[in-house]
């Protein structure tokens, strides 16, 4: 039950989660990345054209030649809007699925995140700036296509520099957008879209580490720009007698050495904050992953002053604590196991004590174990006793198992009615039963036992009808009286221990008994107090006086017989 009720409340947290939209994110906004891209490409084109007027085309009069007005038309074009049409086709199923979502959430059918559609957005960054790059080294690839089929002489210096150009741009594009998209994506798209995706091991995702950052970065504002510088550089000593102008030598050759050892020195700091950053990171990564296997005994090395060094100082604290509530809970766990264990086996004792604990006693118990409502109390009742006739010459007559098979198999036939009526088994003893019947008002019970007495006369002639071969007719004789009873518990208490029985005292309860051995052939009698009670709904053979056993004083009795009967 505790399992079910847990798993019942992840279900719905998670289905609350993916129809929530976490506060401050908006997952439409991805929406925006389209445009974003082709922002980021047309500032780039705008820089890349800048650079050419202000450089290039005054100075070098083979760029005019590189670079017809038409060409360039549509190599600008072509740079800008194909990664746009290319993000718009890769996010297309994205926005679809938001429309569908938006509707199905207003009529409040909600739905949860495909997995395709989250992993699409978290690659969306990565794909728009691979989109960039790649329109950049087609335009490339045109520059060269022209160079080598143009029949123009241009000279090798210049060649290079106009090859490299949109290469550098693609670049620079690339990252710009890898960046703005991804900022995009965090603040707005991720949140609402990667809350149950899994991250880690997902092979569908094209993670970017932050060492893969760093080098970004390091191209952004170390080796880029330094590579323009020295492309520009070598554009403009290409074909300059270098030996008639030492100076200009120099310089020359101090713009391509700071170029160099800039872009070298930038890549090798890089490399050491990415590991003075990623390291840690990619520690703590793995330490979590084990620590979600189970090894609640992970811990991280404290080797830094930093963030870092508090982070994993954290983090040891954390799995402290969760390996000692991990424990406790252990603990808990088999302690619940035995107990639940211990009330299986009370569940087993209590039905096999059902067997023989009255209805009564077990409904008082189950209400309130400590049994209040078991003291003794005057309580009107309708108290019905049977036994078979002849039971001593029959197990004389019969084996002690086909005898008590025989018993079990008529008192079986007799437990549905009884029930049916209200009675309660309240004691048996070999060949005779002692019913309690007390619901209701007193004319009620007492035409139940009735009714229950005359259906176990039925069920008696029935069952020797079709009883096998081995033993005479089975008779049952009955006796009903009615009257005020002491009815609760009875303790006995002595040194051996400490016994309890639940029954009916009183002089009500031993004139019915008396009755009942009175009884001859499968009578029903009843006493004067039943005889009142039922006279008008059933019908009844006055005995007169009669004597049974151990009375000093005789007693008026009726018969039951089978007749008319009208509703109690």
């Not at 993000?87 to 429309?99: D, G, K, Q």
Request: glycine share 8%; hydrophobic share 50%.
């Amino acid at each position: 039950m505790l399992l079910e009720t847990l798993n019942s409340r992840r279900s719905r947290f998670l289905a609350a989660s993916n129809d929530a939209t976490p506060a401050g994110a908006n997952p439409k906004k991805i929406g925006w990345l389209p445009p974003l891209v082709l922002l980021v490409n047309l500032a780039v084109l705008g820089l890349l054209i800048a650079y050419s007027f202000l450089n290039l085309l005054p100075d070098i009069p083979a760029a005019h030649a590189m670079h017809p007005r038409t060409y360039v038309q549509w190599a600008a074009a072509f740079a800008v809007l194909t990664p746009t049409a290319a993000s718009l086709v890769f996010l297309w199923p994205v926005f679809a699925w938001l429309r569908r979502r938006t509707t199905a959430l207003a009529n409040a059918t909600g739905g949860e995140i495909p997995a395709a559609i989250a992993e699409r957005a978290a690659n969306a960054p990565l794909a728009l700036a691979a989109f960039s790059l790649l329109g950049w080294l087609l335009v490339t690839a045109f520059v060269v296509m022209r160079a080598a089929t143009g029949g123009l002489e241009i000279p090798p210096g210049h060649t290079v520099h106009f090859i490299s150009r949109p290469a550098l741009a693609g670049l620079i594009a690339a990252l710009a957008s890898f960046f703005a998209a991804e900022h995009l994506c965090r603040a707005q798209v991720w949140p609402a879209l990667l809350a149950s995706t899994p991250i880690a091991g997902n092979r569908r995702l094209r993670r970017v580490r932050v060492w893969h950052r760093l080098l970004g970065l390091w191209l952004v504002i170390s080796a880029l720009p330094l590579a323009a510088v020295a492309l520009t550089t070598f554009a403009r000593v290409v074909g300059v007698d270098l030996a008639a102008d030492p100076m200009l030598e120099r310089l020359a050759h101090v713009v391509l050495l700071i170029a160099v050892s800039g872009a070298v020195g930038g890549a090798w700091f890089a490399w050491l904050v990415s590991r003075s950053i990623a390291g840690p990171l990619e520690a703590l990564e793995a330490a979590t992953a084990r620590l979600s296997e189970g090894r609640f005994d992970t811990r991280m090395p404290v080797n830094a002053t930093d963030e870092f060094g508090s982070l994993a100082e954290g983090f040891n604290l954390a799995a402290g604590r969760l390996s000692r509530s991990y424990a406790e809970l252990e603990t808990r766990n088999r302690e619940l196991a035995e107990a639940l264990d211990r009330v299986v086996f009370l569940e087993h004792v209590k039905r096999g004590l059902d067997r023989f604990v009255p209805e009564t006693v077990r409904r008082a118990i189950e209400k309130n174990p400590e049994a209040p409502g078991l003291a003794k109390k005057v309580t009107d009742v309708t108290v019905l006793f049977l036994d078979i006739e002849g039971y001593s010459r029959l197990s004389e007559q019969l084996p002690r198992a086909a005898l008590n098979a025989l018993v079990e198999r008529y008192f079986s036939l007799f437990m549905a009615s009884i029930r049916a009526e209200g009675g309660d088994i309240n004691e048996t003893a070999g060949d005779g039963l002692m019913i309690i019947f007390k619901a209701g008002r007193p004319e009620e019970h007492a035409c139940a036992a009735v009714r229950a007495a005359l259906a176990i006369r039925e069920q008696t002639g029935v069952a020797n009808r079709d009883a096998v071969a081995g033993h005479p007719p089975i008779a049952v004789n009955i006796g009903i009286n009615s009257g005020e009873c002491d009815v609760g518990a009875t303790r006995f208490k002595g040194p051996a221990g400490e016994r309890w029985t639940f029954t009916a005292s009183g002089p009500a309860t031993n004139l019915a008994a008396r009755l009942g051995d009175h009884a001859n052939g499968g009578q029903i009698l009843v006493a004067a107090e039943t005889a009142l009670r039922v006279r008008d709904r059933f019908v009844l053979r006055s005995l007169g006086l009669v004597s049974p056993k151990n009375l000093s004083s005789p007693v008026e009795a009726w018969e039951v017989e089978a007749g008319h009967q009208t509703v109690c």
